[in-house]
């Protein structure tokens, strides 16, 4: 008898068990393993006409964006760009030093910064013309990295994870002055005019005059309690320049008189990312007409007026280099890795293509990630340059690849072209060349 209550007794346990049987969840499923808690969900990409500028041959590229806070609307560059030059700049990537900066370009000379400090001028036909080590006398050549460059009549200006501003003269490399900050700079620096703006990395807001380094106003941000390496410029648009700080904010300031006239927090972040804790503007503000377009690291993109700072858009995606606006849409290098289009209007998706993620292909072993450079268009394609050592071509309307060029030693900057000749900084420390 007792094994047959025994048997009854199972029997309903099961029964009611059945009958009580969870539903499944509503909602969107999330791989457990997907890149910083992303989708891996799949991407139905549009392929939409577009109408780029014509091509032009811009003689320079002076600051990060290419000129002070907006994008060259369309550079010249041949379809098929083969490397035709490298030289040596000095220290590539080590242990204990990064190279963080984008060369510029102006009057026939390619200046670069090194991850020992060291600014040097290369012509445009690859011979070096000087260099000079910016490394102060107390300190080592491996004692910090980080810094920016800009070139405007006839001078350099370089940014320090030192903590200094210098100029120099861009035809013989002698230092002109040097002002020294309480705080790194490791933000580009935007040139107008007789003005130089720089962001320390204490988000602390400076205008200086450009030929003496004198301070003319200065105001106080926000501090971060986490900052990158790379900093954003500034970006200026008439009497306004805009600046975007380590704490995830853009402030907009009257450049005749340090006037402050609106304050955004870029906030928003991607769910379940680490490196979401940090909300360092790294995509620099771009302007493109009465629209300003920046992006922090930890999954926003955002489209803000000009003029208010009111938030107009805002896209879950988020960029380490400026976007690219052009043609009603805009283009970037998300933070997962993707190069992506969307609509310009209201931030909508288009088209997103995977670039190459971790540098192994086994789970355990995913502790890096390959840097993505860009995009920049030129030659009627958006170029990003990756550390894999791929200069990769993709086609504005669709998205698809359209050409693969090799980059010796990988990329450690973005491309950036001037005179039809698109120039990249290599991970082991040589400026490539490319037509």
């Known amino acids: 008898m007792s094994l047959i209550r025994t048997a009854t007794l199972i029997g309903l346990v099961a029964l009611s068990a059945g009958c009580n049987r969870e539903r499944p969840l509503e909602g969107e499923r999330v791989a457990l393993r997907a890149p910083w808690g992303g989708s891996d969900g799949v991407q139905a990409n549009r392929a939409l006409p577009i109408s780029l500028p014509a091509q032009s041959a811009n003689a320079s590229w002076t600051q990060r964006q290419g000129t002070p806070g907006a994008r060259p609307q369309h550079p010249a560059l041949s379809a098929n760009p083969q490397l035709i030059w490298s030289a040596s700049i000095g220290t590539g990537d080590t242990r204990r030093g990064r190279l963080t900066t984008d060369p510029v370009v102006a009057d026939g000379r390619v200046y670069t910064l090194d991850a020992a400090a060291r600014v040097q001028a290369t012509s445009t036909a690859g011979a070096v013309l000087w260099s000079t080590d910016l490394t102060a006398p107390r300190d080592r050549g491996t004692s910090a990295s980080g810094g920016s460059l800009a070139v405007s009549g006839g001078r350099v200006y370089v940014t320090s994870a030192y903590a200094f501003l210098a100029a120099l003269d861009a035809a013989t490399g002698a230092e002109i002055w040097r002002v020294d900050f309480d705080a790194p700079l490791t933000g580009s620096p935007a040139v107008n005019g007789n003005n130089v703006y720089v962001t320390a990395i204490d988000s602390s807001m400076w205008s200086l005059n450009a030929a003496t380094g004198r301070i003319d106003w200065t105001l106080p941000g926000t501090p971060a309690l986490t900052t990158v390496a790379r900093g954003s410029a500034p970006a200026i648009a008439g009497d306004t320049v805009i600046f975007p700080t380590q704490a995830g904010e853009l402030t907009a300031v009257r450049r005749s ?117 860009g995009p920049v268009l030129a030659g009627g394609k958006l170029w990003v340059a990756s550390g894999d050592g791929v200069l990769r071509g993709f086609d504005p309307v669709s998205g698809n690849t359209v050409a693969e060029i090799p980059i010796p030693g990988g990329a450690a900057s973005s491309p950036i072209v001037a005179g039809g000749v698109m120039y990249i900084l290599s991970r082991e420390g040589n400026l490539l060349a490319y037509r």
């Open 257 to 373: 008189n340090g006037a402050r006239m609106w304050t955004t927090v870029a906030a928003g972040r991607r769910t379940g990312a680490a490196l979401a804790s940090i909300p360092a503007l790294t995509g620099d503000p771009v302007i493109d007409g009465n629209r300003l377009y920046a992006a922090n690291q930890s999954g926003r993109v955002f489209a803000i007026d000009v003029r208010s700072g009111e938030t107009l858009w805002t896209s879950p995606e988020g960029a380490n280099d400026p976007v690219w606006p052009v043609g009603g849409s805009v283009f970037l290098v998300s933070d997962q890795n993707r190069v992506m289009r969307l609509d310009a209007s209201d931030g909508s998706l288009i088209w997103a293509q995977d670039l190459p993620l971790y540098t192994s292909d086994r789970v355990r072993r995913r502790l890096a990630i390959y840097p993505q450079n």
